[in-house]
Structure formats: C-alpha cells, structure tokens
C-alpha cells in the first residue's frame, strides 16, 4: 500500500438519490467497489464528481427530501504540491491537522453552495482544486487524457523534461512581458500627440502647484479662521470691554469689592480669607484681560490674505478631485504621470531597446524549444513501447499505440509542439485519436497502461476508474486487476468492477447493496472482512458453491 502520496480518507453522502445517509471510510492503496447491477456503486462515483465541482443535476435529490449533501475529507500531509499558496491566493482557510474538507450541497429550489475547509468558495475554483486531488476515468468523463495539453504533460512527466519545459516557459513569460512593455508605446501619431500633451498638461498642473502632505487640512483651518476675522475682533473687543473698558466692567467691580473687603477685614481680622480669595479672582480676571488683549492684537482683517487661501483651498480641491482622493494620492499620481511621460517622451530609444532585447529573447527562444522539441522526439518512441506493453498485458496483444508530434510556429509557453496519442486496437486498422475511439472499455484500458506507466511521475493522488473490466475476462481480466495493484504502490485507487479477478488483489473491498426499509429502498456499503469477500468474490463468480467459493479463497491468495 502506499505510503507517500495524500489520500481520500472519508465521503459522507446524504440524500442523494438511493442513499439516504452514508460515511464511507476510504483506506490507502487499491479500494474496489462491487455489487449488485443497479445497486447503487455508480452513486459512489456520483457523489465524488460533485463534490469535486461537476455541475449538479438536481433530480439527483433522495425523493421526499428538500436538499443533498456531499463531503469528502482528505488527508494531505503527504500531498507531493503545496495547497498553502492555492489557498491563500482564493481567501481560504488553512487545513487543520493536514486535512483538507470539501463540501457541496444543492436544494431541490436551485441553491447551490460548496465550501473548502469551511470557507464559502465558487463551483470554479472547487473544481480546479478536484483536478488536482482526484482523476476520474469513467465510461462518459475521459476528461485529462483526451487534451492535447495534458496528453503533452504526460510524455514530458515520463521523460522527465519538465526542467526544460520550464526553462521554455520562463521565456515565453518574459516575451509577452516585454510585448505589454512595447504595445504601450506603440500607438498612432494622433493618439501619440494627445497622450503627451495630457501628460505634460498633468505633470505640470501637479508640479505647479507645489503640494505639501496634509497641507489641504492645515489650509483649512486657517481660511476658516480669516473669513470669520471681522466677527472674531469684534467678539474679542466686546469680552475686553467687559473685562476692564468700561465703568461698569468685572475689573472695575472687582476694585470696588476689593476695598470693601478691605475694610470688613480692619473690622474683623477674620475676614482675611476674603481679601486673600479676592485678590487671586482679580489676578485670573487681569490674565483673563491680558489673554484677550493679545488674542485681538494677532486677528488680522486682511482681505488679501482672505483671497489668497481661498485660492489656494480651490485649488487643492480641484487637484484631488482630478487626481486622487489624498494630497498623497495627488503627489502619487503626479509621479506616475511624470515616469510615463519621461518613457513617452524617449519612445524611439525606448522601442529600439525593447526591439533589441525581443530579438535577442526570440533567438533565445528558438533554441530552446528545439532543444525541448528534441528531447521530446527522443522520449516518443520510448513512451509508445512502454505503454504497448501494458497494453498486451491487458489484452491487446497486437495493438498499436503511438504519439504523433508537429510543430507550431507561435508556440505556448509549453513548448513548440503538439502532440496526439493514437491508438490502433486492432490489426491492420489504422491509428486513430483517442478521443475518436468509441469503446469506454478501450478506452479505460488505454488509460490503465497510461498510468501504470507514468505511476511513479503523476502528481494527481487519487486515481478513479469505472468499467475498466469492460469487455474483458480470463487473463486480461487478472492483468487489469495486477495493472490496479501495481498503480496502487504509488497512488490511492479506486475501482468499480464486475470481476472477481479484479476485485481480489485489492487491499480494501466494498460492497454496495440495496435494502428496502419503511417502504423506502435505500443503497448501503459496507467495508468486507476476509470471510465476506469470499462470499462476494463467490457472487461474482456465479454463485456460493463449494467450487465457486474455492475458487474465490483461491484468487484472494
């Protein structure tokens, strides 16, 4: 079994079509799932194709019942990619304790709702996170293996040209940034004219005006103050006044108090508490007096003055209505719009740099992708043979399986090439693109010796696959389910099957049946000890004779 790959630990159901409510304990290695015919075995792969972002069929609803839910829990300690950045970059939590939690449920009103470790996320991006975790080979969904992309992915893992492939790729990055750099440049005279006039017409307004950080807030609070200066000398005027400028003012009042006080105190010498509190209010009252004096001395009745912050906040406001929100944000911006024009303005040696380093970047380019191209043809030949002998093993023994390779002029940033698998089955026909191929058992065959082949190099953890046995039997059949094992080594397998010669090396064995409870039918799977896969494999078998048994007893040895 394997012990260095992430798995598919647990798949809780609920709700959907015959299952009513089932958790699945999933174990590493190779899992293979029988029963019945319309047991229910392909809900089981129903179940992991939603919750892995495939669109949901909401007929897909237990009957009687408002909503479905699926979940599926993985165990990614050993997961060969890193989800930390994936996650983060989508605004996802973290896994706890190494398990990664996918979730998905749909009401039979049309809502639909998948989560990844608890947090809400789109069908999209719990989908690019399923390609990554879960390959499914099916009899309808033959997806990865039929794009020209991926069917190139897979003879590059098997060469083991990914440092060449990535080399290329970094090439083709730093062209298309220089391109983005070169098309900003590139424009009509008429455009040209007017992009520089706006620019000058920018970096001079902003420059002009001589702008300090913070300074809109400071100019503020002194308009305020001069527009209301009239009003603020004769507030000021009026507490002087009060204080000490007129007969009946506090000052005034206060000498008058103070010599009464005065003269209680020669009267009564205990009085002195008076005349001592006396004199501090008149103190207070004289600062008091000297304070406003000063304040109406420093206000200013300058109408000059008045216009000219007035302009001044005008145009500050102007400016971070045009160019930003700040006068940060406008000293920001004025910066920016300078750069460009200082790159506008030198367009001819800025263009003749860029032409220099593309052609230099394109030469560069060519070289590699002939290298890589290269190498690619080197492996081809390789690749066909190793996958042909798989494919004897599993019945195919005078089938024809090759990889035809043609250059692109443009090329992608993985490579100069395009490349098709084609497979011929029989003799004397001629080889045809997979995805022509007809037969879903062919097809799962085709992919069986793939990835037995590329087992060690595939980074996907968790291999699915549907009908593999189809139309096969005797030796083939005890191929196929060798060819299971073998890919177990490396990656967590699952299998439906129909054969007993496939389910019997598998290091987990489950059987779907389908129980009538209440009224209701409902789908069950259980995990079978050693006594119950005889009993199963003697099922498969034909029966539950002695010979049908030892024949069962003899394929689990």
Known sequence: MPTNVAMLTTLRIKNLALVSDLTLE?????????????????????????????????????????????????????????????????????????????????????????????????????????????????????????HPGKQLAILDAFGRLEPLREEFGGLIRRRAALLAEKSALIVDEKTYAQQLDLLRFQVQEISTARLQEGEDAEVEVEFFRASNAAKLLQLSQTA??????????????????????????????????????????????????????????????????????????????????????????VIAFGDEAKQKLQSLESRDAELA?????????????????????????????LLAKAVGRQLGDLGFKQSRFDVVISNVVEGSASGMDEIEFQFAPNPGEPAKALRAIASSGEMARVMLALKTVLAAEDEIPVLVFDEVDANVGGETANAVGDKMKQIAAKRQVFCITHLPQVAAPADAHYVVTKQVTNGRTISEIKLLDKQSRVTELARMLGGQSDAARKHAEALLK
């Open 353 to 381: 740099r860029l032409n220099a380093a593309l052609e230099k970047l394109n030469s560069e380019i060519l070289s590699a992708g002939k290298k890589l191209s290269g190498a690619r043809k080197k492996v081809i030949p």
């Open 26 to 146: 999933l174990q590493p290695g190779c899992n293979v799932i029988t029963g019945e015919t319309g047991a229910g075995k392909s809900i089981i792969l129903g179940a992991l194709n939603l919750v892995l972002g495939e669109r949901a069929d909401r007929t897909l609803i237990r009957s009687g019942e408002e909503s479905c839910s699926v979940e599926a829990v993985f165990d990614v300690r050993k997961l060969r990619t890193s989800l930390k950045s994936f996650l983060e970059e989508n605004g996802l939590e973290p896994c706890e304790e190494n398990q990664l939690v996918l979730k998905r449920t749909f009401t039979s009103a049309g809502a639909n709702r998948q989560f990844i470790n608890g947090s809400p996320t789109t069908l999209a991006t719990l989908a690019v996170l399923g390609e990554s975790l879960v390959d499914m080979h099916g009899p309808h969904d033959h997806q990865s293996l039929l």
């Open 240 to 329: 002087l006044e009060a204080l000490s400028e007129s007969e009946s003012s506090l000052l005034t009042q206060s000498g008058v108090v103070g010599r009464v006080l005065a003269e209680l105190q020669r009267v009564d010498a205990s009085a002195a508490s008076l005349v001592a509190a006396h004199a501090q209010v008149s103190e207070s009252l004289r600062e008091l007096q000297s304070a406003v004096s000063h304040y109406a001395d420093k206000v200013d009745v300058d109408p000059a003055r008045l216009a000219e912050l007035e302009e001044r906040l005008n145009l500050l406001q102007t400016l971070k209505r045009k160019y930003g929100a700040t006068i940060a944000a």
